[in-house]
């Protein structure tokens, strides 16, 4: 349903404010345009790629599968690393036959969207299709496939899978129980867990699952997890929009400055025996070394907790609220008895890594490595466990150790990923490296200048390296770990097909920041049909960090965002990582450490006027910035702190006041909330609705009713300021879609082409475009 201001439409769903003055004058589009840009959609471009492959998974120290995409579909293959052979994973049209009859959708074998597999000693397999577990029989007269929560009668728990396989943890009614893969007998293994001090639990407020946060020790006897007390934590609301009365979602989400947040108190629990062991510890902050939860990764599982190899010790590091104080601790199994071996301290954060927590526990030498970024890089050191002292550097100089991969403790040996550490290479390309843990130089095993996408076989002898840059597809090869000569080729990929579709590379490019000296690396995209002679209005994509940046990785992609696609519409578009992104020192870093509404926008600002004066075609009169989450608080935050320069702003689902968000990320990169005796806070200045009143341009904010990362109050806040301060702006609140936009998202997407066309460009939209359906693989 829409209603007309002028030839304006305001758009669709919930939509509140006004249109700002001004009607399009110039050309109008057609849907014939449109198509040329959806042309280069990721869901139409990554299909046109052949034989790139970049991830592999292991099945054994000598086998390998992945999928081998060409115009005929994809294919499931794996390679002997051996003889090089490479053969069919599997009969895929017999896979496809029995998943379709199982889940009750068809399968098409060619594009088999299978994203999970192993193989069961009996024969069967266990493969992962939209997120569901299957166990399939294809050596079967006729081949079937059965749900595997149904085969072993469980209930709708995810579990957490030991290192046997032979059990999983999963949480129930707040305490954490064990199933047997193979029966589906189940015991409670906790019994004191009540509402909101439960076991296991994964709640971070912005995050909240129902898995279960354990680390298994390597012999599957013991359980390290915590009691998670978020008894007096503040709640969270959401209303979901339905006919009737709404229904209320409510959950525990600590915000910046509360007086009681989420704690935990950490726990080992005898499997055979059921025993919970306390550790003789204060309630611990809910907090990791790595990122804004306890569980960094995809996969689940507890960052910071390392097990002994013998399961009698435990070592994890325990963080400060603020992020700045770190403890690295050990503690026996069997007593609950814990001892601070060593701490470190720092005047900003303290980051494990980028990526990965990189510290390890060697308790067979009494010795840890330890990540720090003490000299303004991220090197590894070796600490004496017995002393808690630094023994010496493993990794010195210039460039960052970025994850730790193997430790081999026998060899002394450390592999591990890094980035800016080989003269004349893209300080953002990731590289691979082998290093002693007695120190000396590390060895380069992956000597191309590209990024490195590395996968180390299970006993790491071997690894699969993909590399690739933005302009150069990849190449996947397998090489020796202990040198990095190239053993076999994977594959290359053949891009024909894609540039035969009109596709051109994004164009690299460097400008100076903020200070005039140091290099910001971006990446641009110009129409397929470009012509120097006319002037561009020019789009800026934004994501400030500070735990990532906008350009997002330098390996090869067909489709980044919809940066072509935008600039197929008549634009030019730009991604610069400025200054408080990571990947670089440590400095560069810290750049607006407490001043988050900083949001690198000087650096754009800079980068944006330089090119202007490299390239005469960019028109600096028409500069429009768009970004989601923290980029759509930055790019509301560049229409209120330089309304002359930008133009036109597209903010989707920002932290427009971080005091709104939760606690964890904020206090890290703007610090404790300090109120002065006057009332005036350190939070003042980054809340974007008290420069509501600057705004000059189009403004367009969009969020999820059910945004449960970040809150839809924060988009709310600057609406009430906008409306006070009597200046139009635009809106579409999206009902009962969370912080991603969901079956949404194609509209979104040309709401916003129709946007930048309108008042930027100054053309007109066609009518009601429809974008594809986003594909879900």
């Known amino acids: 349903m829409h209603s007309m201001i002028g030839k304006s439409r305001l758009f669709g769903a919930v939509v509140m404010g006004l249109l700002c003055g001004g009607v399009a004058q110039g050309r109008a589009l057609s849907t014939g345009d449109y198509a040329q840009a959806e042309r280069f959609m990721s869901y139409n471009t990554v299909p046109l790629v052949d034989h790139a492959v970049t991830k592999v998974d292991w099945l054994d120290d000598g086998h390998f599968w992945y999928v081998d995409h060409d115009a005929g579909g994809d294919h499931f293959v794996q390679m002997d690393t051996a003889s090089g052979k490479i053969t069919p994973l599997f009969d895929q049209v017999k896979l496809a036959a029995a998943l379709g009859k199982a889940s009750g959708k068809p399968v098409d074998a060619k594009t088999l969207p299978v994203t999970g597999y192993a193989a069961k000693p009996d024969g069967r397999i266990d493969v992962t299709l939209h997120g569901k577990h299957y166990l399939c029989d294809l050596a079967a007269a006729e081949a079937s496939c059965v749900d595997r929560a149904t085969v072993v009668k469980t209930g709708k728990e995810p579990g957490a899978l030991s290192p046997d396989k032979k059990s999983e943890a999963f949480i129930r009614d707040w305490n954490l129980w064990l199933r047997d893969v193979a029966s589906g007998k189940e015991i409670q293994l906790t019994t004191d867990g009540v509402e909101n001090f439960g076991y296991a639990t994964d709640n971070a407020g912005w995050k909240h699952t129902d898995k279960a946060i354990v680390e298994w020790s390597p012999d599957s006897k013991r359980i390290a997890t915590f009691q998670q007390d978020q008894r007096k934590t503040g709640e969270m609301y959401l209303i979901k929009t339905r006919v009737g009365h709404p229904e209320l979602e409510k959950w525990k989400y600590p915000l910046v400055g509360d007086k009681d947040v989420t704690m935990i108190e950490r726990v080992i629990i005898d499997v055979p025996t059921h025993k919970v062991v306390r550790l003789q510890m204060p309630p611990d902050q809910h907090r990791s070394s790595l990122c804004d939860d306890v569980s960094c990764g995809p996969d689940g599982g507890w960052d910071d907790v ?37 701490e470190e301290s720092v005047p900003t954060y303290y980051e494990s890594g980028n990526g990965a927590v990189n510290w390890r526990y060697l308790p067979e030498t009494h010795e840890a490595i330890w990540f720090s970024e003490r000299n303004n890089w991220g090197n590894l050191y070796l600490y004496d466990l017995t002393t808690g002292k ?34 004349g290479v893209n300080p953002y390309y990731q590289q691979f490296f082998r290093v002693g843990l007695d120190g000396g130089k590390p060895v380069l095993l992956t000597p191309e200048a590209a990024d490195h996408t590395v996968t180390l076989s299970p006993n790491g002898r071997l690894f699969v390296d993909a590399w690739s840059t933005p302009t150069v597809p990849p190449v996947t090869v397998l090489r020796g770990a202990n040198d990095g000569r190239k053993l076999a080729n994977v594959a290359a990929a053949d891009i024909s097909r894609l540039k035969a579709a009109g596709w051109v590379p994004p164009i690299p490019f460097t400008v100076k920041a903020r200070d005039g000296k140091t290099d910001l690396y971006g990446m641009m995209f110009k129409p397929t049909n470009f012509d120097p002679s006319k002037k561009y209005p020019i789009i800026d994509y934004i994501y400030p960090g500070p735990q990532t940046g906008s350009v997002r990785g330098r390996s090869f992609s067909s489709a980044r965002v919809d940066h072509q696609s935008m600039a197929e519409l008549g634009f030019i578009v730009v991604a610069i990582d400025g200054m408080g992104t990571p990947w670089r020192s440590k400095a560069f870093h810290d750049a607006y450490f407490q001043h988050v509404e900083d949001n690198t926008l000087p650096d754009q600002v800079a980068g944006l006027k330089e090119l202007g004066k490299r390239y005469p075609w960019i028109d600096l009169g028409r500069v429009g910035i768009w970004g989601h989450s923290g980029g759509g ?73 059910l945004d449960d990362n970040v809150p839809p109050s924060n988009t709310l806040l600057v609406v009430e300021a906008l409306i006070k301060a009597n200046r139009d702006f635009d809106m579409i609140a999206i009902p009962n879609v969370h912080h991603g936009y969901a079956d949404a998202t194609p509209y979104i997407t040309r709401r916003r082409w129709d946007y930048f066309v309108q008042y930027l460009a100054g053309n007109t939209p066609p009518e009601e475009y429809r974008l594809k359906a986003w594909p879900w693989r």
């Open 633 to 705: 608080n930055a790019s509301a935050g560049a229409m209120f702190h330089y309304p002359d320069f930008f133009k036109v702003g597209w903010a989707e689902s920002g932290n427009h006041d971080n005091r709104n968000y939760e606690d964890d990320w904020a206090e890290k990169w703007q610090g404790l909330l300090v109120t002065n005796k006057g009332g005036q806070t350190n939070y003042d200045a980054q809340a974007n609705q008290s420069f509501a009143k600057n705004l000059k341009g189009h403004l367009m904010l969009t969020y999820g009713t």
């Open 306 to 342: 390392k097990w002994a190899a013998d399961g009698k010790t435990l070592a994890f590091v325990s963080t400060s609220r603020d992020h700045k104080h770190e403890w690295f601790r050990i503690a026996d199994a069997a007593t609950g008895k814990v001892r601070t071996v060593f």
């Open 390 to 423: 630094l023994k010496h550097a493993i990794t010195t100089g210039e460039g960052n150790v970025t994850e730790v991969m193997k430790v081999d403790p026998k060899t002394r040996t450390v592999w591990f990923r890094g980035v800016g550490r080989t003269a």
